[in-house]
């Protein structure tokens, strides 16, 4: 198994032509990627089911299958809800929305509806589940509809031969309704399901509780950097006055808060009921607002409002599933792990004080398909019944970085460990060159003494941003960013000087597994030809780490689940195998390790070093060697990571941040994602490991095209 450098669609795919193969009426796929390692913009043939392929491969339907909470609580209330019909005397009629493998209609059939309507829209889902209900002994009672549910027609000709009287659905996301829920049970009330009809769920409900917390904070916006000078004169970037302004990016941040520590939070309210949806009348998808009043429970800062949501699967509200975290939850000591459905981070646009006892009004605005927050004292007038805008960025910065580069740029330890760096490098008469998008490294170059600083920002966003951030902090013509690649720089842009010291973080905003910033090595090479006879270059390497882990519920997502709820769901499995064995998805994956807790079974293991004082050369680089499996357990996946020498004692590690070596347990940077190559799960997860155990690798490098290739295998 290799694993190609590009990680999926998201962040390759530029756009794509289909163009006839030869002379043959063959059409073939062929797509623009900007490479982020080389930063060469190519086009490569793809297969035609290459979009299939990556959809089935990162989809979530595994971990739904897994989901036994979710699954359990569905069949109760399918089952509940088929037996309230034949109670009326009634057939029961299903119509299913979404029904991805055909699970919750052969629910409905087991439990004895009379005919089901499983509809789906993603066509290799829709064959994968007519195969299954056939195989499981349904397909005279289920019918798969393969078209969106708005396009599903009702009648002696249509695709359903009459209105169905139970509306069974799962169209929600952590969110709730990103998925457009409102709209398709909208369209179905409407067009496809009887008045007064049984629905499962029942009901959703989203709660919220206010917080106060300096690290989500950190996640939203740039928030002052402060510099320490040896005169004790120091020094402190502010962010510029738009972003103190901007009410943020618009989009939910959806993590695990199970993983965030109640110290890093300090709640200011109760959990609040915020609104809830009856699903078995009709849903509007207009645009709505919901206030209440609370009272605050502590004082402080009010920075975040977390939400999640829940949904009861009958009317008595019995059934009930639940996404609370753990200091809200019924049962906080067996909480079904799940990542198909999370927690949400919003956002306030603006911080505001409150104080313990002070009545407070809480506003959730929502259109068709996301949610936003406003706070307010009851103090201040109320302002008429208008739906507030959903929140945009005016400052750009949140289109430069996400939440985790926010959080990296405000993180004041890692700063400190730059600037101690910077600190024993530079010189007064130094000619500073940095590389990467939306760095403070040149600003911190200048400040702390640099003769002239230059900055090479690679994306158009973040010259802007940096632009502002000069211009508010009055260093505008104290660091020149340029507007050229490192290959079309010519000695006139530097003033004919050569640069005596080049600087990265690196980080780049196109690089998502952790080598992808390895495009500061290619710059540095570009850049040959402009750097003095006794250059110096921060980082001086890169060097790639490996490490065998067993996780404690990642592992999930990409095992086979075989059977589910007593129907026999192998094909899935197949379809997704099928997908990963395609040439795209053979790689690792990139995930934020802090979310998803693991435990090493071996040592960190040096698989590979970029030298950065050399260019990038022409062969290969090439490992090959064995991790042995220093504690027993499953192993599930390899962990993949980067650490930065920045100078001879001072490293920055994108990954392993503190190890526990007696137990395995790990703690990860928050502010990067790890790279995760699982094992195929006949090794993983039906081979218990021991210290006898040990991991094979081969991991290359391609120079030519930035691609690093790997193979782990276990070897028991």
């Known amino acids: 198994?290799?694993?190609?450098?590009h990680a999926g669609p998201a962040r390759w795919q530029r756009g794509s032509r289909s163009l006839p193969a030869g002379s043959s009426d063959i059409m073939k796929t062929f797509c623009s990627r900007a490479n982020p390692t080389t930063g060469a913009t190519e086009w490569e043939e793809e297969d035609e089911d290459y979009d299939y392929h990556q959809e089935i491969a990162r989809s979530s339907y595994a971990d739904m299958l897994h989901d036994k909470d979710r699954n359990e609580k569905y069949y109760s209330g399918i089952r509940a809800a088929v037996r309230r019909v034949k109670e009326r005397g009634q057939r029961?009629?299903?119509?299913?929305?979404?029904?991805?493998?055909?699970?919750?209609?052969?629910?409905?059939?087991?439990?004895?509806?009379?005919?089901?309507?499983?509809?789906?829209?993603?066509?290799p889902m829709a064959d994968v589940a007519v195969k299954i209900v056939d195989r499981n002994g349904y397909s005279g009672k289920i019918k798969v509809i393969n078209k969106h549910s708005t396009e599903v027609t009702v009648g002696p000709d249509g695709d359903m031969s009459c209105r169905a009287n139970i509306l069974v659905t799962e169209l929600f996301d952590t969110e709730l309704i990103g998925e457009g829920a409102l709209p398709s049970y909208e369209h179905a009330h409407k067009y496809l399901v009887q008045d007064e009809c049984e629905a499962v769920p029942h009901r959703a409900t989203i709660y919220a509780q206010l917080v106060e917390s300096e690290r989500m904070w950190a996640w939203n916006k740039l928030l002052p950097i402060h510099i320490g000078m040896e005169d004790r004169n120091d020094k402190v970037i502010l962010p510029t006055k738009d972003m103190d302004m901007c009410a943020g990016c618009p989009c939910v941040y959806d993590i695990q808060l199970n993983q965030v520590n109640q110290n890093h939070f300090t709640t200011l309210t109760e959990v609040t009921e915020i609104f809830s949806v009856d699903f078995s009348k009709a849903v509007s998808s207009s645009p709505a607002q919901h206030t209440l009043q609370v009272q605050a429970t502590g004082s402080g800062q009010a920075h975040v409002v977390l939400s999640w949501w829940d949904m009861e699967m009958d009317p008595e509200g019995t059934i009930r599933?639940?996404?609370?975290?753990?200091?809200?939850?019924?049962?906080?000591?067996?909480?079904?792990?799940?990542?198909?459905?999370?927690?949400?981070?919003?956002?306030?646009?603006?911080?505001?004080?409150?104080q313990e006892g002070e009545c407070l009004r809480i506003s959730a605005m929502h259109d068709d398909y996301s949610l936003w927050y406003k706070l307010q004292r009851c103090s201040v007038e109320r302002e008429a019944e208008v739906l507030s805008e959903r929140p945009l960025c005016s400052c750009q910065a949140h289109l430069m970085c996400n939440r985790q580069r926010f959080g990296e740029l405000n993180d004041q330890q890692r700063n400190n460990t730059y600037i101690k760096a910077l600190k024993t490098i530079l010189k007064p008469d130094a000619v500073c060159m940095t590389i990467g998008d939306g760095s403070l490294l040149s600003i911190f170059a200048h400040l702390l003494g640099a003769a002239q600083v230059y900055?090479?920002?690679?994306?158009?966003?973040?010259?802007?941003?940096?632009?502002?951030?000069?211009?508010?902090?009055?260093?505008?013509?104290?660091?020149?960013?340029?507007?050229?690649?490192?290959?079309?720089?010519?000695?006139?842009?530097?003033?004919?000087?050569q640069i005596s010291v080049l600087i990265g973080e690196p980080f780049f905003t196109t690089s998502l597994l952790p080598w992808h910033n390895l495009y500061f090595w290619y710059a540095r090479t570009y850049l040959a030809k402009h750097l003095g006879n006794q250059f110096t270059v921060l980082p001086q390497s890169a060097t790639l780490f490996a490490m065998a882990v067993e996780f404690e519920?990642?592992?999930?997502?990409?095992?086979?689940?075989?059977?589910?709820?007593?129907?026999?769901?192998?094909?899935?499995?197949?379809?997704?195998?099928?997908?990963?064995n395609f040439r795209e998805s053979q790689e690792a994956e990139p995930h934020p390790l802090w979310e998803y807790p693991c435990r090493a079974l071996s040592d960190p293991c040096q698989v590979l070093v970029f030298d950065f004082y050399r260019e990038?050369?022409?062969?290969?680089?090439?490992?090959?060697?064995?991790?042995?499996?220093?504690?027993?357990?499953?192993?599930?996946?390899?962990?993949?990571?980067?650490?930065?020498?920045?100078?001879?004692?001072?490293?920055?590690?994108?990954g392993l941040t503190r190890f526990h070596s007696d137990m395995g347990d790990c703690e990860w940077n928050p502010h990067n994602k790890q790279g995760v190559y699982f094992l195929r799960s006949e090794a993983s997860q039906e081979n218990l490991t021991n210290k006898q155990s040990s991991i094979a690798y081969s991991v290359t490098f391609h120079p030519r095209n930035g691609e690093l290739a790997m193979d782990f295998q276990l070897c028991l």
């Open 1 to 5: 198994m290799t694993g190609a450098l």
């Open 92 to 123: 029961a009629i299903v119509l299913d929305i979404g029904t991805g493998t055909g699970l919750l209609s052969m629910m409905a059939a087991r439990a004895g509806a009379d005919l089901c309507f499983a509809v789906e829209v993603f066509k």
């Open 321 to 354: 599933c639940t996404m609370a975290p753990y200091w809200a939850h019924p049962t906080p000591n067996s909480i079904q792990w799940r990542d198909h459905w999370m927690q949400c981070v919003y956002f306030l646009p603006q911080e505001i004080p409150v």
């Open 455 to 497: 900055s090479l920002e690679i994306s158009a966003m973040s010259r802007r941003v940096m632009g502002k951030i000069l211009a508010d902090n009055g260093l505008t013509g104290k660091v020149i960013v340029s507007d050229k690649s490192p290959e079309q720089l010519t000695p006139v842009d530097l003033d004919n000087n």
């Open 553 to 580: 519920d990642l592992w999930h997502i990409r095992a086979p689940c075989r059977e589910c709820e007593g129907f026999d769901v192998n094909l899935m499995d197949e379809m997704v195998q099928n997908s990963l």
């Open 616 to 654: 990038v050369p022409v062969q290969s680089i090439c490992s090959a060697g064995s991790m042995q499996l220093l504690r027993s357990g499953t192993c599930h996946g390899v962990v993949l990571w980067m650490d930065y020498c920045l100078t001879k004692d001072i490293i920055v590690s994108t």
